[in-house]
Structures are given as structure tokens and as C-alpha cells.
């Protein structure tokens, strides 16, 4: 239970930070910041759980997945805004 509960928050954290990092230029701090900026949160939470060490590279791929889904949403969200007055 512990494993899906830090799986979750780490998707869902990422996915709103990567939709804030898409507003800034690559390799900026701010934009490092971001991309980073779920780590101090995940591995408290972690520990706290006491999920095996196994699951890592999992909560890796989530944290991934996430600033990739986050930034596309943005994405397509100012694609396919158009202008109506």
C-alpha cells in the first residue's frame, strides 16, 4: 500500500510541476528547480513509509512520466486555445 501511495503522489506532483516548467527556458535554475524540486518531498515520504529500496527506480520513472505528461498538457492547452472575443 505504502508503494502506491508514493507512486501517486509522485506522478501527480510531477505532472503539476512539469506544467509550471514548460514556462521556462531550458537549463535556466528555474527551470532545474522544477525538475527537482520533487525530490525533497518523495524521499522523506519514502523513508517515512519504509518502502523497499527496490521500488526506486519506479518512483524514478513516475517522477519522469510525470514532468513529460505535466509539460504536454501544457502543451496542447496553448495549442489549442484559440482567440474568441
Known amino acids: 500500500m ?7 503522489i509522485a506522478l501527480t ?7 509550471w516548467r ?3 527556458r531550458k537549463f535556466t535554475f528555474k527551470w ?5 524540486a520533487s525530490i525533497p518531498l ?3 515520504l519514502r523513508i517515512w513509509l519504509d518502502t523497499p529500496a527496490i521500488c526506486i ?10 514532468q513529460f505528461v505535466g509539460s504536454r498538457i501544457c502543451r496542447n492547452i496553448k495549442k489549442n486555445r484559440t482567440f474568441v472575443p
Open 32 to 36: 532545474w528547480l522544477l525538475i527537482h
Open 13 to 19: 506532483l510531477n505532472i503539476y510541476l512539469g506544467r
Open 2 to 8: 505504502s508503494i502506491l501511495i508514493v507512486s501517486i
Open 22 to 24: 514548460i514556462k521556462y
Open 57 to 66: 527506480p519506479l518512483f524514478i520513472g513516475l517522477a519522469v512520466a510525470g
Open 42 to 44: 518523495i524521499i522523506p
